[in-house]
């Protein structure tokens, strides 16, 4: 087969952004009002302290007595502890919104990410599904929890000081627009140079966990063969990738701030020049051009805020572009499952001239059909590489066919993903790799069902032979295991999945060869397991020992990607054909 590069996830366009978002701040938006008034009484308290410096500098300037400062400092008090309550009430009710819709976002993006088929995961690598997962719902959350409400508060200041400087004299606010020009100039270089750099940057980084991923994974292997040196090598190409991207950002950024001083330089200046002459010309005070003056430097840091604050959201921006298309790979929501059965009777399992080939490789699977009527067990058997697993993702929903379908009682499998009304999944896939997920026994059999009462998880546990090494753990069910806990053995490990398959409690079973990692003492035990949690249901069993597929209805022997025999355990053995070698050969090993 040859390599492939790796397909990205889709990046969503600016318009689906946009949708998203609103998406995510649906039933919020009164509180963000809220918050919005609030910032705009803050900024517009801001104007009262060069409000009141300016009357002091004229009292001065006046010789007037010292009681002619009482009422600017009592201004500017009252003022002060307004702005203090104001900006508080602000900054409170922005957490509020922000902290609730960065929380949706990244849900909304874990949700996503479980419904992918697992062929989009492979084809873009694991790494560009955890960068946006993690790396750029973490961007879009710092982002959102700190540029919101600075963009806002700045935004407004700007407007404030520009509104006093008109009401001083319109010729101070016509001097201070002067470094308008120059800002917005600075503005739209930098989004121009900055927008790309930020995209191709959050991409780098996702091959960069990618490649990290990949060495941390494949440890074991790259030590055996001694390969470790190659692999370092594609882990510093990626860093050095995704690293000169971060230094071409700042120097972006660099030269962004730098011509901001000279556009805040040159309206300072014609501040000054303006009031310079109507002062001498006696059209305004020196009270009016101080106030002035002071208005237009208390513009430097909202200003810098507004316009830096376009770094954060231009990350934020390709940050939030890359998690919705997460949601776009992911494809649109299933409609909600009903507790009507579909009209007429049930069909069982099919499937019909199934082909199947990974990315753009040659074809796996040859044109697989299959009939399994409701509570029918098929087992299938074959060597290594002879297409048991995929046919098993198949027909379990978690793949999608190249060519052909699968159904259940006519419904694509692929589209029975979520659970019905009452919680049952109507096929469940049990894989030969389970993972333990750090906590209790009991959280790790909830998972399945959240619901379930001690008695359930006991009943379960029963079921699969697991009740007594269960009960005679320090705590019983209640004992953390996996990760900072007691470690288990794979045999009970597997009999943990096998007990959550019985709480998911589907009408369709597939086995992935579910017992394959037992020794041979819990081999049986695990496989009258498996037969305990097929009974009753339709099941696929790809067999690890031909005795699992002796208690199944028919068999089903692959080779090569295609369907070598089928037939029931009996007759396969009474033809001269591939099963029958096999349980020789099977059967003369055990003596």
Known sequence: MTATAPAPLPVATARQTRARLREALHGRRAALVTALAALVLDSVLTLAPPSAIGRITQAVADHRGPGALTGPVLFLTAAALAAALTGWAATLLLARVVLAVTGRLREDAVAAALKLPADVVEAAGTG???????????????????????????????????AGLAVLDWRFAVAGLLALPLQAHTLRWYLRTSRPLYAAGRAADGRRAAALLGAFTGLPTLRALRLGAGRETRVAAASTEATAYEFAATRAATRFYGRLNVAEFTGLTAILVVAYVLVRTGRADIGAATTAALFFVGLFDPVNTLLGTFDGVQQAAAGLARIAGVGLAAGPAPAPATRTPAPGPRTGLAVRGVRHRYHDGPEVLHGITLDLAPGDRLAVVGTTG???????????????????????????????????????????????????FAGTVADNLRLARATASDDDLEAALTTVGAAGWTAALPEGVDTAVGLGGIR???????????????????????????????????????????????????AVVVAHRLSQAEGCDTVLVMEDGRAAEHGSPGELRSRDGVYARLWASWAKGRG
């Open 128 to 162: 560009d599904l955890v960068s946006r997962v993690s790396g750029d719902v973490d961007r879009v959350t710092d982002a959102a929890s700190g540029a919101l409400g600075d963009f806002a508060a700045a935004a407004l200041a700007i407007v404030s000081a520009l």
């Open 386 to 436: 002879s297409g048991k697993s995929t046919l098993a993702g198949l027909i379990a929903g978690t793949r999608a066919p190249y060519a052909g379908d699968v159904t259940l009682d006519g419904v694509p499998t692929a589209g029975l993903a979520r659970p019905t009304l009452d919680g049952r999944r109507r096929i469940a896939l049990v894989p030969q790799e389970h993972h333990l």
């Open 488 to 538: 288990l053995s794979a045999h009970q490990i597997q009999q943990l999945a096998l007990a959550r398959v019985l709480l998911l409690d589907p009408e369709v079973v597939v086995l992935d060869e579910a017992t394959a990692e037992a020794g041979s003492d819990a081999a049986q035990t695990l496989d009258r397991a498996a037969q305990a949690v097929t009974e009753g249901r339709t």
